[in-house]
């Protein structure tokens, strides 16, 4: 691996956290939390693919697979696929990865201009799910850390992120209770938490692209 792979892996995690923490800015404990679970995420996922790839280093150690080289994706390595396998892996990831990083983005575009107005927003991405950019949240985790490059830490971290950003909506849901009432009542009522009603994923994606 050496030096080169490692100040690669360190500048990786300093743009994507610096990406996050621009447009997240935690403030509660609970919102620290779950940017914690994401940091330690990132950190992790990064560390072994420009560093050392210690979830294949254990699987060609405890599987026996035959391999010359520890430096292919799990996947990769687990099917027998080589490079060609990686490469395929990192072009959907990324692909899926940024599609979820636009809903992120544009979903707390949309938040941040409705708290400056104090307005409850309904439109935009808001109209397919209540909380669109902890969706783009998990959409570019899952891109990156579970299609890309799946590691022993980004598989068993992300359902903890997941439920950590679950309970964290649920308590700013009831924030929005108690300031817009019976209209957010009926929009809470008529529109999904995080994942859109079938055939809108693709309206949806096309409105966090700007169309």
Do not use: C
Not at 72 to 92: K, P, Q, R, V
Not at 130 to 148: C, D, K, M, N
Not at 175 to 201: A, C
């Amino acid at each position: 691996m050496g030096t080169f792979g490692w100040g690669l892996a360190v500048i990786m995690v300093i743009v994507l956290s610096w990406v996050f923490y621009r447009y997240f800015a935690p403030k509660g404990w609970r919102e620290w939390a779950g940017a914690g679970l994401v940091q330690a995420f990132i950190i992790a996922l990064y560390a072994e693919m420009y560093g050392f790839p210690l979830t294949v280093y254990l699987a060609i150690r405890f599987f026996g697979l035959d391999r010359e080289y520890v430096s292919y994706s799990l996947w990769s390595t687990l099917l027998n696929f080589s490079e060609t396998g990686m490469f395929a892996a990192m072009i959907l990831g990324y692909g899926v990865a940024f599609t979820g990083i636009g809903l992120f983005i544009k979903g707390w575009k949309e938040v941040y201009r409705a708290r400056q107005e104090n307005q409850l927003v309904t439109d935009g991405l808001y109209r397919f799910v209540r909380h669109p950019q902890y969706t783009g949240l998990f959409i570019a985790l899952f891109g990156e850390g579970i299609i890309h490059w799946p590691t022993i830490f980004s598989i068993s971290l992300l359902p903890l992120i997941m439920i950590a950003y679950y309970f964290l909506a649920r308590k700013e849901e009831r924030e929005m209770l108690r300031k817009f009432g019976d209209d957010y009542r009926i929009y809470h009522s008529q529109v999904p938490m995080f994942l859109p009603r079938w055939g809108q994923w693709k309206a949806m994606r096309k409105r966090s692209q700007g169309s």
